[in-house]
Structure formats: structure tokens, C-alpha cells
């Protein structure tokens, strides 16, 4: 419950910062408007009650971003992006078995955009809510799921194998860190690590279901290009 009510309660405080800025802005700043795309790499997994073990699942992500700054140091940007998440499961016990599901989603973050810095290069922090929709889902393996084999770990979970996704709208927030370097004015490179946090389930989670939990997590890794409209 108190992860459920975590969304709103960012919102509204993103909210409440931007008013703060506005009304505590002592000179006129002219807006800053860019649109720009990235692409990079994304490292992600499934937490799962019960657990499964597993390592980190590589994928890639895209997406198309619009920032509006009309404060200094202070904005916000709403992003479109595709973004390959899942998890990659462990076999210690069993070594030579491998399984791995990727999901494909849609995430659209609306986040607040902090920046420092000079017109040639700035620091900035990204935090801020996230809606996603799932888009794809497949799994592959090495051994055949249809008839599994009896593993060394005796209290390996299987049911995730093939597994229906039951919710395919997933919702959580993000945070990251990066660095723009400014060229000429308009044009500037973006470097961003950020780090997604899920709160919704991709199993079911009532008492009759088999997993309590299956939230998904993603770091990601991006390169972006900006233009200045404004």
C-alpha cells in the first residue's frame, strides 16, 4: 500500500517544486524549449516473491524527449521510449540451463529537470513519475518447458517459465544523473544513467495467485541528441 500511494505523493510534490521556483524566481529567464532522441542500453530484472534467482537482463532502449525550461536551473521533460526489460534467470546448481523472458514496453515519464552549470556544459538530476504498457513479451530457453527437467535445486521455482503476463500496464518512478554538453547554441549531446523502479506487478498478487510480488527494475544507459527550438 505504501508503495501504491508513493506516485501520487511524488506528483504532487513535483507539483509543489515547480510553484516554489516560479514564485521564489527573482529575474525573467527566457524559455528554453528542445526536442531530441536517445538510444543506449538497459540492465533490468524481476523481483519475485518467492524469489528466482537470476543476473542482470541486457536489452536496448530508444525514445524521442521534448524539455521545457522557463526557470534557471529548474524544468521538466516528457519522454516516449521503447524500452526492452525482463530478467535473465541463474543456474548455479544446474549449470548449462538458461532461461531468459524479455519484455518489451512503452514508457512515458513525466520528469522534473534540475541543472547546474555553464553554456557549454551542464550537470543536471531527472526524477520523476513513469506509465508504461507492455508491447511484447518472449522467453528462450535451452531445454523444453513443456516437459521440464528435474533440477539439482530442489526448490526451484517454474511457474514463471510460461507464465501468462497478467497486467501490462506498469507504473513507477524514475531517477538519474547526466551531463550535456552544449554545441552552438541549439545543438547538445546528452549523457544520462537513470534508474527505473516498478511498482506494479507483472503476475497476479492476490492470495490465490502463486507470486506475492513481480515488480520490475531497470538501469539504463543513453546517449541522446537535443535542438533548441527556443
Not at 528542445?34 to 538497459?42: L, M, P, Q, S, V
Not at 549449470?95 to 555553464?118: C, D, E
Not at 497476479?204 to 538501469?219: E, L, Q, R, V
Request: glycine share 10%.
Amino acid at each position: 500500500m505504501r508503495h501504491i500511494l508513493l506516485l501520487p505523493l511524488l506528483s504532487v510534490m513535483l507539483l509543489l517544486s515547480a510553484v516554489a521556483f516560479k514564485a521564489g524566481a527573482q529575474t525573467h529567464y527566457e524559455a528554453n524549449i528542445a526536442i531530441g532522441a536517445k538510444a543506449g542500453t538497459t540492465f533490468s530484472s524481476v523481483s519475485m516473491s518467492p524469489s528466482v534467482p537470476q543476473s542482470m537482463l541486457m536489452g536496448t532502449t530508444m525514445g524521442l524527449t521534448f524539455r521545457y525550461i522557463e526557470e534557471r536551473h529548474f524544468g521538466f521533460i516528457v519522454e516516449l521510449n521503447m524500452m526492452q526489460r525482463g530478467w535473465k534467470e541463474s543456474f548455479e546448481k544446474d549449470p548449462g540451463l538458461a532461461y531468459q523472458r524479455r519484455l518489451t514496453y512503452l514508457h512515458l515519464p513525466f520528469l522534473t529537470h534540475i541543472y547546474f552549470g555553464s553554456h557549454k556544459f551542464r550537470g543536471f538530476f531527472n526524477a520523476g513519475p513513469e506509465l508504461c504498457w507492455m508491447i511484447g513479451d518472449s522467453h528462450t530457453e535451452n531445454f523444453d518447458i513443456g516437459n521440464i527437467p528435474v533440477f539439482n535445486d530442489e526448490f526451484r521455482e517454474t511457474e514463471q517459465f510460461d507464465m501468462p503476463i497478467q497486467s501490462k500496464f506498469d507504473y513507477g518512478i524514475s531517477a538519474g544523473l547526466g551531463m550535456e554538453f552544449i554545441l552552438k547554441n541549439k545543438h547538445s549531446i546528452i549523457l544520462e544513467g537513470r534508474y527505473y523502479f516498478g511498482i506494479g506487478n507483472i503476475f497476479g498478487s492476490s492470495k490465490a495467485d502463486h507470486f506475492g510480488k513481480s515488480n520490475g527494475m531497470a538501469i539504463t544507459a543513453t546517449l541522446g541528441y537535443m535542438f533548441r527550438l527556443k
